[in-house]
């Protein structure tokens, strides 16, 4: 373990101090995320309070809610649901995307064109109109949101997978592969995914912090996560009426969101160069 | 400008307008189209079934979906927006006014950020590598990777809460004088120029850095020539176009942004009336207001491309 540590850290696979403490903070939410049921101090719908929008002590280290609630119990449970989502959307997204890029790039002709033109025409529609339209139509309930946040971010890895993926084509592997007449599902399991997965992690990593924010974003307006559960952002509107008194249940909940965030990015600006990058 | 700069200009209208259609396609299909029947919600209580069917027949919502599109697009581009589902008043005229605040909005914010973020971002650029330059980029890193609401809220408990210099989340509809003008538009324009501004001031020091890289910019700095001199007179006048595309694709960025600090601040405009209006599902006007959004966000991102072209000196 000690020695395959060691020759992982000689091949390249070192992290900085940066990135060490961007995986920490990932790591620590996606432990909170798991294990939340068992480590919140009070259960999350229990007026515990007698006063609103209490302030921090040692009762409640976050203060309390708009009703008296504990303010940390309800963030740590509604990391499962920004975290849950999120995780959720961004992997149908980027696996849409990644395997319809790949498969554009390499048959290419028609359905390239075609598919590029509509992906794109979708991509510039601004992503939280999207999202108001498509809750306005149909509602909104958990499926609803990771479905219409896979959309949203679908053209996003297309793009990227797609560009990535028609370098690699014109490679003469690649060439050789096909003369043997191998099918356009070996072409891309075997010879084009093996050699983009590293930028496409890194770009996954990326647009999970999107889908955070925008997720955040719509339900802050309401829009999002229904009462009563609350992710991150419906926590800040259900205490947007304690802001005038600066009332930590605001601005702990933005915090979670921004630490999260900006976890991730540090995360993956300092991953090791061997990940980001094959071709090196 | 020459007949290749021409073809490629066309050619990007073209997909503007083909993009449109598309965009268009989903909007109406994603209201209108899927399930949940909106007959039924307007009814509430009263749908009956004798009510619902006389309804549907009155709203044409039994025609082909295919047709009932061409309608609603027909309608859009001749200036009939239909009529609102909550109020029974044309679409048009709930939108006008509110058109005009949210431009307002829009037109300050603008006037406020651009001269900030291009001057944080060109200095930035000038001074690579420097204390100045690494705060403005970690602030500007920052701004971008958390919600807009955050960026509102911490404005507010700053300047509000601690400082109080403004009013907190009210918004006035009587001005009569300059200073309640400035204290009611501050906070939303504040907020709004923060977003925005960290988006263009990345794209600015980008542009600017990468002109500074190129051999010309050394031969200058070979001859001896100072600084401000290399950046102002060399590297600035050939960055300009990335520069304006950068301007005009942040401001594509007051979309997403304006929809959060309206509802917010509570600020009589355009995006706080489709927010709304999602709560009510009234449909002709979130499907106004979307076409609305979609349009300008799609001439900002094409006037952006459009400078590029024109910017480029090989295409000349």
Known sequence: MVRSFFSLRAAGY????????????????????????????????????????????????????YLGRDILSRILMGARYTVGISLLAVMISCS????????AAVIGGWLDTLLSRFLDALNSI?????????????????????????????PGAYRFARALSVNINTMDFVTVSRARGEGTFFLI????LPNIIGPVLADLGLRFVFIVLLLSGLSFLGLGVQPPNADWGALVRENIGGLPFGAPAVMFPSIAIASL???????????????????? | MNRHVLNLVLARLMIAVITLLIVSFTVFAATVLLPGDVVEVLLGQAATPEAVAGLRAAMHLDDPAIWRFIQWL???????????????????????PRLANSLKLAGITTLVSVPVALTLGITAAMWRGSWFDRSVTILSIGIVSVPEFMVATSAVLVFAVYLKWLPALSFANEIHTFGQLLRVYAMPVITLSFVISAQMIRMTRAAVIDTLNTPYVEMALLKGASRKRLVLKHALPNALGPIVNAVALSLSYLLGGVIIVETIFNYPGVAKLMVDAVSTRDLPLI??????????????????????????????
């Open chain 1, 14 to 65: 070192r992290f900085n101090l940066v990135g060490l403490i961007g995986f920490c903070l990932v790591a620590g939410w996606a432990i909170v995320a798991l294990s939340a049921p068992l480590i919140i101090p009070y259960p999350i719908g229990e007026i515990v309070d007698y006063d609103y929008f209490g302030p921090i002590s040692g009762q409640f280290w976050l203060g309390s809610d």
């Open chain 1, 96 to 103: 849409v995307g990644v395997t319809l890029g790949m498969t």
């Open chain 1, 126 to 154: 601004p992503s939280k109109l999207f999202g108001l339209v498509v809750v306005a139509g149909i509602g909104s309930s958990i499926p609803v949101l990771v479905c219409t946040l896979a959309v949203i971010y679908t």
């Open chain 1, 189 to 192: 399991r075997s010879e084009i």
């Open chain 1, 261 to 280: 965030t900006i976890g991730v990015n540090l995360l993956i600006d300092n991953l090791p160069q061997k990940i980001r990058d094959r071709s090196q």
């Open chain 2, 74 to 96: 027909g309608g859009i581009f001749t200036g009939d927006f239909g009529i609102s589902y909550a109020n029974n008043m044309p679409v048009a005229d709930l939108i006008g």
């Open chain 2, 287 to 316: 499907q106004t207001c979307a076409m609305l959004f979609c349009i300008v966000y799609l001439f900002l991102i094409t006037t952006a491309d459009i400078i590029a072209i024109l910017s480029n000196p090989r295409l000349r």
